[in-house]
């Protein structure tokens, strides 16, 4: 039996709004792309392209995500954040947590 060496990726796109209202729903379906990937192989890639605007509610709710993540040894990548969420994870030192990807590669 042959082992795939690709590592399995899932796309989020994030909602125009991430924030109190859209968090719940964001979190719920990262949840269940994660469940989807093997432990310790694969990541999820969260499009943040058509994303306008995250407040606090929603930089808790990527947290999240992150630590769910991290628990199962995968990995969050940021496709597509624009330059205010680029400062606000270098700002709160989250940068690190998320592989970052420019937008519409």
């Given amino acids: 039996m042959t ?4 590592p399995t ?3 989020l796109a994030a909602p125009e709004e991430l924030g109190l ?3 719940t729903a964001f979190r719920r379906a990262a949840g269940e792309l994660l469940a989807q990937l093997e432990e310790g192989t694969g990541r999820l890639v969260i499009d943040l392209s058509g994303t306008r605007q995250v407040d ?3 930089l808790g709710a990527l947290m999240l995500i992150q630590r769910k993540a991290a ?3 995968l990995a969050v990548c940021l496709r597509g954040a624009n330059e205010e969420l680029r400062f606000l994870l270098v700002l709160t ?3 690190d947590l998320f592989e970052l990807e420019s937008g519409g590669a």
């Avoid at 082992?3 to 690709?6: C, E, G, K, V, Y």
Wanted: proline share 0%; aromatic share 0%.
């Fill in 93 to 95: 030192k989250l940068d």
């Fill in 9 to 11: 990726e899932k796309v």
């Fill in 56 to 58: 606090s509610a929603g």
């Fill in 3 to 6: 082992m795939s060496t690709h």
């Fill in 21 to 23: 209202d859209s968090r």
């Fill in 71 to 73: 628990e199962r040894r």
